[in-house]
């Protein structure tokens, strides 16, 4: 009878173990923005928005409906953050979410939702959005941002 329980334990652990292996192994969050593919640089240098931190620079043709690049005053080794400026709860082609100051959040002018930008996670502070922004990968390296999906 032990030797059953020693194995059964043994079992449902390996099975457990697997399980947070496939959890770990997941990759980004599935937005409801449709993916388009990103690869650019940018050089913030050139551009004075994305030198004062909780400055951000929208950028109209990459993404789905353009990138909101973001300085963010929580990380000094990657200090910029990037979005898709699409509203999570109006997938409108012609309505974009878009900063209204240096607050660090941004607001969706057709349905009114608005979006904490600061540390890097686009969640909306009011609705009708329940949704967070699509975010892109940064990566700061040589002077130049990097911005991928």
């Not at 409801?32 to 990103?38: A, F, G, Q, T, W």
């Not at 400055?55 to 300085?71: D, E, K, Q, T």
């Amino acid at each position: 009878m032990n030797q059953f329980f020693s194995k059964g334990l043994k079992t449902l652990l390996v099975g457990f173990f697997i399980l947070a292996g496939m959890n770990g192994c997941k990759k980004d969050y599935n937005s409801s923005i449709p993916y388009v593919y990103v690869d650019i640089n940018v050089n913030p240098t050139n551009i004075i928005e994305l030198n004062i931190p909780g400055g951000s620079y929208y950028f109209a043709n990459p993404g789905f409906g353009g990138i909101i690049v973001f300085r963010d005053l929580t990380d000094d080794s990657n200090p910029y953050l990037a979005y898709d400026a699409t509203c999570t709860y109006d997938l409108s082609t012609t309505c974009r979410v878009a900063a209204t100051d240096n607050s660090g959040q941004v607001k969706c002018p057709c349905c009114g939702s608005t979006f904490i930008l600061f540390g890097g996670n686009g969640s909306p502070t009011k609705g009708p959005a329940t949704e967070p922004l699509k975010q892109y990968h940064t990566y700061y390296t040589g002077g130049l941002i990097t911005i991928r999906n």
